[in-house]
């Protein structure tokens, strides 16, 4: 092993036990460099109008695939995970929210976590050029995650590990310094085709392939102001926000566990409320529950639209029991 090799490792050895401090599950390490081959993939995927309404996938594109155009001098990209599995289930009798909904808004909780991270990268190795980002800027988390080893692209295009499945954010780091890197790890899914086949809307139109604009999180969160198509009517297996079918069928989420991150624990009403409960649920009821909470996303009108659209949805027998 030579000085620099030595160096890099030392360093990376650093960063993982800094991660691990500040409470995140995994942190792997890439090169910064171009990623071509992904690039070239997302620019077909945009192409096809797979994103829909979500024009921001569009923007920045020179710096969504080279992450030294983010971070000028950028020379290792810091991949971090953060469990968010619940330990409780939402009541069978009410509509659903996706779990990485239940607590407080990832976002916030993670991005003063890498403002930590960052701070402490810099008490260990002095000026550390570098920026932090979580589904805030044009960075495609999934394809570092790969390259890092952290874990591979599934069928349903979710970042899997074999010893914990795929509830948990990802998180980026992009710096200036020279790091060990990780290596990438196999594609375990096989033949397996269980999240393709369990997906009431078809929106996974191939193996590793999504069209957002079928997926059930795509039309009850990103798909602003408009009426959910009656095409879908039926298909929504009372998913009220986002959408979990895929992952909840997926072999190797046997292997989840509890997150550790209390600020993920779900309030009571979440947990416990019933079809009357969301039904019923007024804009200062919604402001209070969800205070903090990634559901704002999608606002009080949203969140009734998804609802009514759900009871619309039913058979005419069960509407009547809930009108």
Same mark, same amino acid.
């Given at each position: ?10 360093? $990376? ?20 460099? #171009? ?45 971090? /995970? ?10 069978? /009798? ?25 701070? &402490?990268?810099?008490?260990?190795? &002095? ?8 589904? /805030?800027?044009?960075? +495609? ?42 290596? #990438? ?9 269980? %999240?393709?086949?369990? %997906? ?55 292997? $989840? ?25 007024? #804009?200062? &009821? ?17 969140? +009734? ?19």
């Amino acid at each position: 092993m030579t000085s620099t090799d030595l160096l890099q490792h030392t360093r $990376s050895v650093v960063v993982k036990s800094l991660a691990d401090t500040l409470g995140f599950t995994d942190c792997r390490i890439a090169r910064a460099t #171009e990623l071509a081959k992904e690039g070239r993939y997302l620019e077909k995927w945009i192409n096809e109008r797979n994103h829909g309404d979500m024009s921001w996938i569009e923007n920045h594109f020179e710096k969504r695939i080279d992450p030294r155009k983010l971070v000028p001098g950028a020379k290792s990209i810091i991949v971090l /995970s953060l469990n968010y599995f619940p330990a409780e289930i939402q009541n069978k /009798s009410a509509p659903k929210i996706s779990k990485y909904a239940f607590g407080r808004d990832y976002h916030k909780l993670i991005r003063a976590k890498l403002k930590l991270f960052h701070q &402490g990268l810099r008490q260990s190795f &002095g000026e550390v050029h570098g920026r932090g980002f979580v589904d /805030s800027a044009p960075i +495609m988390e999934k394809a570092w995650a790969q390259r890092s080893g952290l874990g591979w692209i599934g069928k349903h295009t979710n970042i899997i590990t074999k010893s914990l499945g795929s509830f948990y954010f990802l998180a980026v780091l992009v710096v200036d310094i020279d790091l060990e890197a990780d290596g #990438e790890v196999e594609d375990h899914c096989g033949s397996c085709t269980k %999240c393709i086949d369990a %997906c009431p809307t078809n929106a996974i139109v191939e193996p590793y392939k999504l069209d957002a604009t079928k997926c059930i999180s795509y039309l009850t969160i990103e798909l602003k102001d408009q009426l959910i198509p009656s095409e879908f009517a039926g298909k929504f297996d009372d998913w009220m926000f986002g959408c979990d079918i895929c992952q909840d069928v997926c072999p190797w989420n046997r292997f $989840s566990q509890p997150s550790k991150e209390n600020q993920f624990d779900p309030k009571d009403a979440i947990i416990k409320n019933d079809w009357k409960d969301w039904e019923n649920l007024t #804009e200062a &009821g919604f402001e209070e529950l969800f205070r903090g909470s990634a559901v704002k996303r999608t606002k009080y009108s949203g969140l +009734m639209r998804n609802i009514k659209f759900l009871i619309n949805s039913k058979a005419p027998e069960v509407g009547e029991d809930l009108a």
